[in-house]
Nanobody, 124 residues
Framework: QLHLAESGGGLVQPGGSLRLSCVGEGFSLDYYAMTWFRQAPGKEREGVACSSNMDYSSHYVDSVKGRFTISRDDTRRTVFLQMNDLKPEDTGVYYC?????????????????WGQGTQVTVSS
């Protein structure tokens, strides 16, 4: 059974950092574009960072550029999201997702596999 499992969320003060992890269980991540999505209360789910399976390039939504870094270790079947200089507007449930597409795309409909989500709360 294919499964993604996130961890690393929590409560952090503005300006703080968190590192999220996503482990693929039952399948290899090599052939998948891996994306971190987030969903804030009352808002739609949005993609924030993507790691391409074509050239392992990284892509970010403007609101997190320069603060978030996505990385992947396919030997460990793990994708990471390092989040620095966190802001209250970064609060939400963060999901990792895998899509068997070429390159990156933030259209959630392309993603076949999803984790259960991990809560990130940025508050003083």
């Amino acid at each position: 059974q294919l499964h993604l499992a996130e961890s690393g969320g929590g409560l952090v003060q503005p300006g703080g950092s968190l590192r999220l992890s996503c482990v693929g269980e039952g399948f290899s991540l090599d052939y998948y574009a891996m994306t971190w999505f987030r969903q804030a209360p009352g808002k739609e789910r949005e993609g924030v960072a993507c790691s391409s399976n074509m050239d392992y390039s990284s892509h970010y939504v403007d609101s997190v550029k320069g603060r978030f870094t996505i990385s992947r270790d396919d030997t460990r079947r793990t994708v990471f999201l390092q989040m620095n200089d966190l802001k209250p507007e970064d609060t939400g449930v963060y999901y990792c997702a895998a899509a068997s597409i070429s390159g990156c795309d933030y259209n959630a409909a392309y993603y076949e596999h999803w984790g259960q989500g991990t809560q990130v709360t940025v508050s003083s």
